[in-house]
């Protein structure tokens, strides 16, 4: 069965220093690879969207940049921190094959707080 | 472009009361429709979805949602709510595309 891992949990880190979150999925090949930004009361917004290694669509312009070095790793970066990157930080993947558009299952989400 | 609105940011019942969670969309052509439930600190995992084959839809734990084209809603209902529903749900829109829109979310809050 397919699993997706995030790392790490919880994160408390000062303005202006780097971020790295980082996102696997087990058990399926060329997934599809997405972070989302929880902020409360504004819901889920996509930040990152990756079709295949190296292929990244950023959704909206920000302090964050994203990679995808392996086929089921995606890592979200930041060379330094804002407070308004705090946040529920998901990664979630997709099907290629067998699942119609939209179908995704999530990770359990780092929580960052940015001081 | 796609969207998504959930009327209510917050909705409570009392344990055994009816569910009803609005959600509403905009969308140009027939869209793929989903709930999302998301339990304290944890990820979102999949309640339902639409994709056109019928328009009442069944999912987990009792919950079903109706496909209403003539008003653009999606709305989600469970006859009898429990403790254990508490959570935020989350409506989102798909069409064509791997990228889902959310909506921003319904915190329910079941009192006993």
């Known amino acids: ?115 | 472009a796609q969207s998504v609105t959930q009327l209510g940011s917050h909705v409570s019942v009392s344990e055994g009361a009816l569910v009803l969670l609005r959600c509403n969309y905009s969308s140009s052509v027939p869209p793929y429709l989903f709930w999302y439930v998301q339990y304290p600190n944890q990820g979102l995992q999949l309640l339902l979805k639409y994709t056109s084959a019928a328009t009442l839809v069944k999912g987990i734990n009792g919950f079903e949602a109706e496909f209403k084209k003539s008003e653009t809603s999606f709305h989600l209902t469970k006859p009898s709510a429990h403790m254990s529903d508490a959570a935020e749900y989350f409506c989102a829109v798909a069409h064509n595309t791997d990228k889902l829109i959310f909506g921003t979310g319904t915190r329910l809050q079941v009192f006993p």
Request: proline letters at 6%; a neutral charge; hydrophobic letters at 35%.
């Open chain 1, 1 to 115: 069965s397919q699993t997706i891992h995030q790392w790490p949990a919880t994160l408390v880190q000062p303005v202006g220093s780097p971020l790295s979150l980082e996102c696997t999925v087990e058990g399926t090949s060329n997934p599809n690879l997405y972070w989302y930004r929880q902020a409360a009361g504004r819901g889920l917004q996509l930040l990152f969207y990756s079709v295949g290694i190296g292929q990244i669509s950023s959704e909206v312009p920000q302090n964050l940049s994203a990679s995808r070095p392996q086929d089921r790793q995606f890592i979200l970066s930041s060379k330094k921190l804002l407070l308004s990157d705090s946040g529920f930080y998901l990664c979630a993947w997709s099907g290629r094959q067998g699942n119609f558009p939209g179908e995704l299952f999530f990770g359990e989400g780092s929580r960052l707080t940015v001081l």
